[in-house]
């Protein structure tokens, strides 16, 4: 499209003069004539040409290839709700960390240009870093990666699917490996929900116990008035044993996730700076080496990550990623927002800081929260939500989630209390901006509150 703008500044001599020149651009600026030109048939669902190297395309999760694969690199990591996938591997891709990228890449065969541009959700020195962009010709597209060496995170939204690239082995495995493979899924390849399932509870109450410890002075006193424009939030994002243990390196799984929230945090209508002030693990084994990690890893994390402790890191608010099953059917839990300014219990204020996600399937819950890049994603920004004082469906008020159809199909905002797998939930707030009306507005939530929770520390 540049090129004929620029094409239309030009005169007419000129113009004559160009003609010879005018095809290229007129063709490259369409996908579909540039696709038969560049068509490739590997089989491949998405591939980064001269980077990637196919292992096995078009595996179905019913056959023996899973089993071969798993004999020679150790056990992979694929939610048991995925069908079919490919195996791939990367080679390590340096992209400019200060200007736009153009990425080439095959979506099922077919050529088009990626465009990535460093996201600035994080600062942190360690080779990991994440973009966001598009893909050329693909109305709407959203493109998030995040690239760590020969490790490729990405989610790619098309218009009526998402693609998932995902590291598959473990910690151990991964390390031994020279090129670690990746699983490379579409939504449309998963198999759904039979039944939505709750993701945690309506209002979950602060333990007794705690409140008499807690300093009821300190209510209110960083109470702020509402923020107009950007706001800057830091989160300490920490995880357990397992959880290291069973991602390639779970510093850039946790990073792809967060760009995926960040990217939510700075829609216009939100304009938070969702930050990550670190990725720590420092106290991973005194998480993996308490019983509550199964039974009130919510609980577990507060006195574990105690509110000074965040202070210290400079973290207004923090999240546990967690590498295990709570027994029982929650995958995730905050205390939420209505901790902070409860005048009844000015002590449970900072129990707003803390929330939980279950990064593994739930086997209380078993093909629904499956543990898929999608319903982890899911999962982090549904609970940092409830910190920002988005809330459910049905509760009254302006800030519910919403749901809407396409033609037949029903649509769940984030903050809906069911999850209904990749085809049904998107990662959206509700908002009078996208999807949203004056009582389902969980943007304007945030928009309110987000003065209060950036002056946490
Ligand atoms: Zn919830």
């Not at 020149?21 to 038969?36: C, E, F, R, T, Y």
């Not at 409860?342 to 819950?365: I, L, N």
């Not at 910190?387 to 009254?396: M, P, R, S, V």
């Not at 999850?419 to 304007?444: I, P, Q």
Request: aromatic content about 12%; charged content about 20%; proline content about 3%.
């Amino acid at each position: 499209m540049e090129m004929k703008k620029g094409m239309r500044a030009l005169s007419v001599i000129l113009v004559l003069l160009l003609v010879s020149v005018i095809v290229v651009p007129a063709v490259s600026a369409d996908g579909n004539i540039l696709s038969m030109d560049n068509q490739i048939n590997s089989g491949a669902i998405f591939e980064i040409p001269d980077y990637t190297h196919d292992l096995q395309t078009n595996v179905s999760s019913s056959d023996k290839t899973m089993e071969s694969l798993s004999n020679e690199y150790g056990p992979l990591n694929i939610a048991s709700t995925v069908e079919r996938y490919d195996i791939v591997q990367f080679r390590e891709i340096n992209l400019k960390t200060d200007q736009k990228n153009l990425l080439k890449v095959t979506i099922y065969g077919i050529e088009y240009n990626m465009n990535l541009e460093r996201m600035d959700f994080e600062d942190i020195d360690d080779g990991i870093d994440s973009y966001s962009g598009s893909i050329d010709g693909i109305d709407d597209s959203i493109a998030i990666f995040t690239f760590d060496k020969n490790l490729v995170h990405g989610s790619l939204q098309l218009q009526d699917e998402f693609l998932f690239i995902s590291p598959v082995q473990n910690r151990e495995n991964s390390l031994k490996t020279d090129m670690p493979l990746h699983v490379v899924y579409s939504s449309q390849d998963m198999k759904q929900p039979e039944k939505p399932f709750k993701i945690d509870s309506d209002r979950l109450l602060p333990p007794e116990i705690a409140l008499s410890e807690t300093d009821i002075s300190s209510f209110g006193s960083e109470s702020v008035e509402l923020t107009r424009g950007w706001a800057t939030v830091y989160v300490l994002v920490a995880t357990d044993d397992e959880f290291i243990a069973l991602e390639s390196n779970w510093v850039s799984t946790a990073q792809q996730y967060m760009a995926q929230a960040a990217y939510q945090y700075q829609r216009p209508d939100i304009q938070v700076f969702l930050n990550v002030a670190g990725y720590d693990a420092s106290k991973s084994g005194i998480l993996s080496g308490d019983n509550r990690l199964i039974s009130d890893p919510l609980g577990l994390f507060f006195d574990t990550f105690e509110p000074s402790y965040l202070d210290g890191k400079n973290a207004d608010i923090a999240i546990y990623l967690g590498g295990n099953d709570k027994s029982g059917s929650e995958q995730g839990g905050s205390w939420g927002y209505s901790c902070y300014d409860d005048p009844d219990h000015p002590g449970w204020h900072d129990y707003c800081r803390y929330a939980w996600s279950q990064m593994v399937a739930d086997v209380d819950t078993i093909d629904l929260y499956d543990g898929s890049y999608h319903a982890r994603v899911f999962c982090i920004i549904h609970e940092i939500g409830h910190i920002f004082n988005a809330d459910h469906e049905n509760t009254g008020g302006y800030n519910q989630a919403c749901c809407w159809f396409e033609g037949v199909v029903p649509k769940y905002t984030v903050m809906n209390s069911c999850y209904y797998g990749s085809n049904f939930h998107t990662w959206e707030y509700s908002s009078l901006d996208y999807h949203g009306d004056s009582t389902h507005d969980n943007a304007r939530a945030i928009e309110l509150v987000k003065g209060d929770i950036s002056s946490l520390v």
